[in-house]
C-alpha cells in the first residue's frame, strides 16, 4: 500500500510515458512467473527501449509463455489448425521473439528463475541470466537488482489483475499471481525509504478469475493501473499433457502414500494428472482400486509404510490443498469430492478440529471446550474475539467493547472467571456454523482453458474456498507458524526429480554440465517444509529410465555433477517401479531402496558400481522380486484395467482431437525413429510408397492436409505419416 495517489491511465502508451518519465530511461522491469505479465506493457516497453539505444532496460521475471511453433512443414500442418483454436488471440512477447531469433538489443537484458522444462536449453543468454532462487526469496533478488549495484535505475513491477465492485466499493485481485505480493508490501516501502524510485502497475484483465485472500487490495496496492478493455487479451492455456503407462504407475503408488485427513501438494503436468486419476480411483472405484494395488503386490512391498503414513481406503475427511501452484488436479480433486477439508484462520479453532474436539457444526458441548482453551482466560481479549468471530464461532452482528460482547442491546462480560458471564455468551454469542473455512491455499495458477472456464463459473462462496496468497505463506513455516503447523497435518509434499543417486541425491533443475533446464523454484521450500514438520514427508518422482537418440539411459544413477535437493534431506523417491522410503536410513539401505525401484536393464551395473564404493557388500544380490523392473511387465499389469477404462492416457480430458493424439504420438515415435536410425526409417518410408492408402487412414491425412497431395514432396510427406501410423499401430 503506498502514500500517493493511485494514477488511473486508460492508454498503455501514456503508461509507459508516465513510467519513464517517473523513472528515467534506466529501469528494471519486474513481471510475475508466467500468467500474471502484461502483454501490453511488457511489449511497449520492450518497443521503446529497442528504438532508444540510451535506455537500459533489465526485465526480471520466469516462464515467459510462448506458443508453440513449427520446426517442419509436417509440425506446421498439425500446429497451425491447434494454435489457432487453443491461443486464438493470445499475443506473442516481442522480447522472446527476439531472443528466438538472436536479435534482442544490446540495451535490453531478460533475466529469468523458471524456464519451461528444457525450452533453453542452448539458449546462451539464457543460460547465463538465470536465477537460481528459492520461490520464497526471488522477490528480494529482483528487488536486489536496483538495491545493491543498479541504485540509479527505477523499479517497476507490473501485473495483470482482476476487478470486481463489493458492496459499492472497486477491489482489485492479483487471481492468477499472489505468488510475490506478501514480499512486494514488505519491499516496495523499504525500497522508498532507502531511496529507490519504484512503482507498482496492475493491468485489469476481465478474463481473470477474481480470487479472494491476500490476493485481495484496493487501488491503494498500487501507484498506476490500467482499466481498458482493450487490453483483455485471452488468457495463455497449457493443455493437458499425455500420461503414459510408467507415468500412471508412479500415480498408483504415490497415491498409497496420501493419508485420508492430510494435505496435499503438487504440481502441473502428466504426473500431477497421473496421482489425481489414482486418488479418484482411490475414492469412487475403492475394489478395482485395491485390486490393480494387489496386482502390483504395493502392500507386499511396502505395507508397513503405507499403513504408517497413507492409506488405501476412499477419502471420508477428505484432503486440504497447500500449493505454491493451483493447478487442475486440485479442481479435479474438488469436483471428485476428494478436496474437502476445510482449515480455518484461527489457531483455537484449528487445534480443537484438529483434536477431534470440534466440526464445522457447533455443538453446545464444542462450544464449552473452546471456552476452556488458555487464549481466552480469563479474559477474552480484542484479538482473539476477532479471529474467532471470522471463523463463525461468535455470532457475525456481535462486536467487541470494553471487555465484553455487545449485541446493541446487551452486553456480556468477557471475564470468564465468572460462571454467569461463560454462560451468558454460550447461551447468547455463539454461533451455530463454522463459516471461512479454506479447502486450498494457493500462490499462483496456470492451466487449461476448461480450468479458467471452472473458476470463472465457480459461486463466489466457492471460490471464497480458494485462499490466493503468497509464497512467503504457502511455501514455508516462517510467520504464523502455529497456523501454518495445524492446517498443514499429515503433509505431503510432492514433486518430480530428473535423477537421483544411489546416495539419495536428486537432480531436479539442471544437468552435471551446468545446462539449467527449469529451476529449483519451490521444491528445496517444500522439501525443507516436510522435515520440518513432524508428520510431513516429502515425495520426489523420478520416471526411473530417459529415452535418448541413442538409447535408453537410466535415471537413477550411482552419481551426479549436479544436485538440486542434498541427500541429508532424503525422504521419499518414487519410480513407476516402487517406493524408496529413505528418511532416517543409512548409505547401505538407501542403495538397497533405490535398487529395487532402478530399470532392471540397469541393475546390475548400478549394483556392481555401490560393491565397487564398498556402500554393500560384495556378495549383496538384489532380492528377486525386484528383477523384474521392465516397462513390458508394467504394461501387461496395467492392461486389464485400462481394458475396463482406468488409466486413459489423457485421464483428465483433453483440448486436442482423436485424430490430432494419434498423429502427435505417431509422429513424436517416428521422429525418435529417426533420430536413432536414420536408414530404418527412410526404408519404411520407401516401403509405403508401393502400398494403396489404408481407408482408416484418411481421418489423419485429412486434418493436416496431405488426403490429396499433388506435390512430390506432399506424397513424401503423406508417406511418412503412414508409416508413423503403421509404426504406432494406428493402421
Known amino acids: 500500500m503506498n502514500s500517493r495517489k493511485t494514477v488511473f491511465i486508460e492508454d498503455m502508451k501514456a503508461c509507459v510515458d508516465y513510467t519513464i518519465a517517473t523513472l528515467g530511461k534506466k529501469i528494471v522491469l519486474a513481471m510475475p512467473l508466467a500468467l500474471g505479465k502484461s502483454h501490453a506493457f511488457a511489449n511497449e516497453m520492450y518497443r521503446r527501449a529497442k528504438a532508444d539505444p540510451e535506455m537500459q532496460l533489465l526485465m526480471a521475471t520466469a516462464l515467459s509463455l510462448e506458443k508453440p511453433t513449427a520446426s517442419s512443414e509436417l509440425e506446421r500442418r498439425m500446429l497451425e489448425p491447434i494454435v489457432d483454436r487453443i491461443w486464438k488471440g493470445v499475443p506473442d512477447f516481442e522480447y522472446m521473439l527476439d531472443l528466438r531469433a538472436g536479435r534482442m538489443p544490446a540495451n535490453v537484458t531478460l533475466k529469468e528463475f523458471y524456464f519451461r522444462a528444457g525450452s533453453f536449453n542452448h539458449v546462451a543468454s539464457a543460460q547465463q541470466n538465470h536465477y537460481s532462487s528459492n520461490y520464497t526469496h526471488v522477490a528480494r533478488d529482483m528487488m536486489n537488482e536496483v538495491l545493491e549495484d543498479k541504485s540509479d535505475w527505477g523499479f517497476v513491477f507490473c501485473q495483470l489483475a482482476a476487478k470486481q465492485v463489493i458492496d459499492g466499493k472497486t477491489w482489485y485481485s492479483d487471481s492468477c499471481n499472489a505468488d510475490l505480493n506478501l514480499d512486494l508490501k514488505r519491499l516496495l516501502p523499504m525500497g522508498r525509504e532507502l531511496g529507490i524510485q519504484g512503482l507498482h502497475i496492475a493491468q485489469v484483465n476481465s478474463n481473470l478469475p477474481f480470487m479472494y485472500g491476500d490476493a485481495v487490495s484496493d487501488e491503494t496496492f498500487f501507484d498506476v493501473i490500467v482499466d481498458n478493455e482493450a487490453y483483455d487479451a485471452p488468457l495463455f492455456s497449457v493443455p493437458k499433457e499425455p500420461v503414459i503407462v510408467a507415468e500412471h504407475m508412479i500415480g498408483l503408488h504415490v497415491s498409497t502414500l496420501i493419508k485420508d485427513g492430510g494435505t496435499l501438494q503438487v504440481g502441473i503436468g502428466s504426473l500431477g494428472d497421473a496421482i489425481s486419476n489414482a486418488l479418484l480411483m482411490r475414492h469412487h472405484h475403492p475394489e478395482d482400486y485395491r485390486s490393480v494395488i494387489a496386482d502390483l503386490e504395493v502392500m507386499e512391498r511396502y505395507g508397513a509404510l503405507v499403513d504408517r503414513v497413507g492409506g488405501l481406503d476412499p477419502f471420508e475427511k477428505g484432503l486440504y490443498g497447500s500449493t505454491e501452484m493451483l493447478v487442475g488436479v486440485f479442481l479435479d480433486l474438488y469436483d471428485g469430492g476428494i478436496l474437502k477439508r476445510k482449515v480455518y484462520a484461527d489457531p483455537i479453532i484449528q487445534r480443537h478440529i484438529n483434536d477431534g474436539l470440534l466440526s464445522e457444526t457447533i455443538t453446545p458441548k464444542a462450544a464449552a471446550c473452546i471456552l476452556e482453551a488458555e487464549e481466552l482466560n480469563p479474559v477474552i481479549g480484542e484479538k482473539t474475539f476477532a479471529g474467532l468471530q471470522q471463523c463463525g464461532f461468535f455470532k457475525s452482528h456481535l462486536r467487541y467493547e470494553n471487555f465484553g460482547i455487545w449485541d446493541n442491546e446487551t452486553w456480556y462480560a468477557a471475564d470468564l472467571r465468572d460462571d454467569d458471564n461463560r454462560q451468558a455468551i454460550l447461551d447468547h454469542c455463539i454461533g451455530d456454523r463454522l463459516t471461512n473455512g479454506i479447502i486450498c491455499h494457493g500462490s499462483f495458477f496456470i492451466g487449461a482453458n476448461r480450468f479458467y472456464a471452472y473458476l470463472r463459473r465457480m459461486s463466489e462462496e466457492e471460490r471464497k474456498q480458494f485462499i490466493m496468497t503468497g509464497v512467503a505463506y504457502v511455501n514455508q513455516l516462517y510467520g504464523d507458524e502455529t497456523i501454518k503447523r495445524l492446517q498443514r497435518k499429515d503433509g505431503r509434499f510432492i514433486n518430480a526429480g530428473m535423477k537421483v543417486t544411489l546416495m539419495g541425491h536428486v537432480a531436479s533443475d539442471a544437468l552435471e554440465n551446468g545446462t539449467v533446464i527449469s529451476g529449483v523454484g519451490g521444491q528445496y521450500n517444500f ?44 525422504d521419499i ?65 496395467l492392461a486389464t484395467y485400462k481394458a475396463k477404462g482406468f488409466f486413459k492416457i489423457f485421464p483428465a480430458g483433453t483440448e486436442f482431437t482423436d485424430e490430432e493424439i494419434v498423429l502427435g504420438r505417431a509422429l513424436r515415435g517416428f521422429k525418435a525413429k529417426a533420430a536413432a536410425s536414420r536408414v530404418g526409417a527412410a526404408a519404411g518410408v520407401v516401403s509405403s510408397f508401393f502400398r494403396p492408402v489404408p481407408e482408416q487412414a484418411l481421418p489423419y491425412l485429412k486434418r493436416i492436409g496431405l488426403d490429396a497431395p499433388e506435390t512430390f514432396r506432399d506424397r513424401l510427406l503423406q508417406k511418412v505419416v503412414l508409416c508413423a501410423l503403421a509404426d504406432d499401430g494406428a493402421l
Open 527 to 570: 522439501v525443507s517444509m516436510a522435515h520440518a514438520l513432524e508428520d510431513a514427508r516429502s515425495i520426489l518422482m523420478v520416471r526411473s529410465t530417459k529415452d535418448l537418440a541413442h538409447g535408453v539411459d537410466s535415471n537413477v544413477v550411482f552419481n551426479y555433477g549436479h544436485t538440486t535437493i542434498p541427500r541429508h534431506l532424503k
Open 573 to 637: 523417491v518414487v519410480t513407476e517401479y516402487g517406493i524408496a522410503d529413505l528418511r532416517g536410513k543409512v548409505d547401505s539401505q538407501v542403495v538397497k531402496c533405490l535398487l529395487n525401484i532402478a530399470d532392471s536393464r540397469f541393475q546390475p551395473e548400478l549394483l556392481e558400481k555401490a560393491k565397487k564404493a564398498g556402500k554393500v557388500a560384495s556378495d549383496y544380490q538384489i532380492p528377486a522380486c525386484y528383477r523384474n523392473n521392465y516397462p513390458e511387465a508394467l504394461a501387461e499389469k
